[in-house]
């Protein structure tokens, strides 16, 4: 595709459900990472996957938040038990290589009521 | 870790004059720097980046600087038009080559 894509562009769900977002990243590129961010806040690092490997997870808030990327292109985020303080866009973007240009997907904005 | 402070957090200028944002951080081991434009509701988008080993760099209106010994950096952008109005993102890899953002820049151009 031309970019990166996500999908939902919006999820709204209740408190304790669980939710998983998508990533489909620019075809080639190797390193691709997921970004938290809130309203008024620059993007927050949760985890980078080099391949299907989580590189560096060290961003991710607790154990409730877990992605995967086993065929080395589409990842997805997975938040169990969501919580409203969950609530914030999901960036996902992606590189060559590693951190090289990233660029950004248009996010998908979640709301946990 | 990496710290990558923002200033300032509003500006406002004339059409036609130059905007200066301004970062700081804190690894001296840092060695890239983006710069991202993001619109209202848009997804961030690079608009120059530099590394440790230039000064400077320009793109047509926009130029970044680089002062490794005071370990900041900053964006000017020249000749401002309305287009120019959006929230502006710096930011630095740190130690573990993980790029940390600032708080970003909201930047009003006036008519």
């Known amino acids: 595709g031309a970019g990166v894509s996500q999908t939902p562009s919006n999820k709204v769900t209740e408190k304790g459900k669980y939710v998983e977002l998508r990533c489909d990243p620019i075809?080639?590129?190797?390193?691709l990472y997921w970004y938290r961010q809130s309203l008024g806040q620059g993007p927050e690092f949760l985890i980078y996957?080099?391949?299907?490997?989580?590189?560096?997870d060290s961003g991710l808030p607790n154990d409730r938040f877990f992605a995967v990327r086993p065929e080395g292109s589409v990842s997805t985020l997975k938040i169990q038990r969501t919580e409203r303080g969950d609530s914030a866009v999901y960036l996902c973007?992606?590189?060559?290589?590693?951190?090289?240009?990233?660029?950004f997907g248009p996010g998908t904005r979640l709301l946990v009521l | 870790g990496e710290n990558v402070e923002q200033h300032p957090s509003t500006l406002s200028v004339q059409e036609g004059d130059s905007a200066v944002i301004k970062c700081t951080y804190s690894?001296?081991?840092?060695?890239?720097f983006p710069w991202y434009k993001q619109e209202l509701g848009k997804r961030p988008q690079l608009i120059i980046d530099?590394?440790?080993?230039?000064g400077e760099k320009k793109d047509q209106r926009i130029a970044v600087t680089l002062n490794k010994t005071a370990k900041h950096f900053s964006l000017h952008i020249t000749e401002t038009q309305p287009e120019d109005s959006a929230v502006y993102f710096c930011?630095?890899?740190?130690?573990?080559?993980?790029?940390?953002f600032g708080k970003g820049t909201r930047l009003h151009i006036l008519p």
């Open positions: 973007a992606s590189s060559l290589i590693r951190w090289e240009t990233q660029y």
């Open positions: 075809s080639g590129h190797t390193a």
């Open positions: 996957f080099q391949g299907t490997g989580a590189a560096d």
């Open positions: 690894d001296s081991a840092s060695n890239y």
């Open positions: 530099i590394r440790s080993n230039v």
């Open positions: 930011a630095a890899t740190n130690r573990d080559d993980k790029i940390i």
